[in-house]
């Protein structure tokens, strides 16, 4: 393990303070230019919305229950948005301009590193992570700052 990877998990708990005690993601605020993804906690699907107008705005957006009964929540990586700008429950914020959106290959897998813009996520703040990461699904974040998704 690396210098960088034990400081950070060593430094942590100092600064993430305590684990989130939402269950599922609130868009607090924002707004998507394009179609919106939606993501299905329970079974990892992805489904996309396009709303009529420019923009879809959020105020407030927590899951929602569709016909069949499936939760959908809103995903924090866009990947059909060339732009867009969301702020979290727990207190996270993701901004997003994409030049090139993400590709998928012949059988809808997304191709990793084929979308290129900016996309930054705020620093010292919990993110969510649908899949989980050491079976949780808030992830203390660092930030990111760079020219594809992370």
Known sequence: ???????????????????????????????????VRWECPETLEEKF????????????????????????????????????????????????NMKHLQQQDTQGNWIQGTEFGEYKRQAFKWRRDLRGTNGKHWVFTWGYIGTHFD
């Open 1 to 35: 393990m690396s210098f960088w990877n034990k400081f950070k998990d060593w430094v942590t708990p100092y600064i993430s303070g305590p684990y989130p005690t939402e269950k599922y993601l609130t868009i607090v605020e924002g707004y998507v230019i394009g179609p």
């Open 49 to 96: 919305i396009i709303q009529p107008g420019f923009a879809t705005i959020f105020k407030n957006q927590g899951p929602v229950i569709d016909a069949a009964g499936k939760m959908w929540e809103v995903s924090i990586i866009q990947k059909k948005s060339p732009f867009g700008n969301l702020i979290t429950n727990p207190d996270c914020r993701y901004e997003w």
